[in-house]
């Protein structure tokens, strides 16, 4: 028997379990992990996983020597923009006076800003951007990531910017896993007028639909954005439509998005910074999964994180995202997440990296797919440079990954 590719010489293999469901609560502590292994792929899967020992006997067309170091899954990152025209340099001088998120947006900046820009950008350079972006994403040893509209709150930008994510997804070797979100703030246009706006929308979901441009649905539930009652409405015509559905959920002020996520058995809720007692408790009663973004707290300069830890000890599962986007976090780095889900919402090592891993895929729909290296799944992985998985989180805000595969082909190096 001759493999394609054997991977030896693994220092450490970290192996997060396959489950059909989001890991939950006590289970996102355990994570398994391998001393001294090695793996070999064939096709694209993973076809063999033990000991190096066993493993050094093989016969392989092609030999990887990970030289005793750290080898992961691909990371998969469940929350980001990638597709937006333009950059927001400028508001990091309101931010530093003290101007609040939603008083930068209420003033026609913040959102409405890179609305302007992606409206006004050609489909074209869109696209080039949105590579750059794709490609540091996938330096950091991302495999799978999922990437959201909501830059256009029109037909004809929303459409372009879901076909832009549509091209990638088909270009590069990466999984991404595209959403819908038009109802993202309100346009200057319909001010005062956003139940009409939010029809408009509603209306999209049929031709978002047709041409297969996107698997869910998102809408950020916030004040001065949209409140309960129309977050359920944009919701319930997204699942009538057959889409999964997300949310922005309680980020600035606590409006119970939690609770109508779970309520609406949402794959995921994103944010929760403010998300209530009863909101955690329907997080642990139901598979919906907390998409954590700390990064976009440290990066709004607040000093109040989503209760991660409460999450998990109250037997939620938790995820972790970058939230990528040109105002609220910009960095493609999920690597530098993990750091602050560990010094912020104070996870443990274990539950960080089931939360980059199999919980992140199933916030997106992948739980049979992603995130795990047990026999027959993809061959998705990262060697890192870095002696263990503790490692990561530990040496912050550097990239850490040596090499990146994607279906057992090297991606990046
Ligand atoms: O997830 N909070 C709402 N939406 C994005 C930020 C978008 C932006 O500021 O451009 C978020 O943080
Ligand atoms: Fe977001």
Redo the contacts with the bound molecule.
Sequence with gaps: MTYETLIHNIGQLVLPKQSSLPLKGDDMKNLRVIDNAAVAISNGKIAWVGSNDEGEAFQATEKIDAKGRLVSPGLVDP?T?LVHGGS?EKEMALKQAGVP?LDILKQGG??LS?VEATRSTSEEDLYEKAAFHLERIMSYGVTTVEAKS??GLDAETELKQLRVAKKLANAYPINLVSTFLGP?AIPKSHKGNEEAFLSEMIDLLETVKKEDLAEFTDI?C?TGVFTIEQSRRFMEASKDHGFGVKI?AD?IDPLGGTELATSMGAASA??LVAASDDGIKGLAETDTVAVL?PG?TFYLGKDSYARGREMIDSGASVALAT?F?????VTENLQLIMSLAALKLKMTPEEIWNAVTVNAAHAIGRGDQAGTLDVGSSADLVIWDAPNYMYIPYHYGVNHTSLVMKNGKTVWE
């Design positions: 929350h923009h927001r998120y913040g959102i890179t909501g830059y993202h950020f916030e922005h980020e994103d944010h973004l976009t939230d986007n040109p105002g609220s976090c």
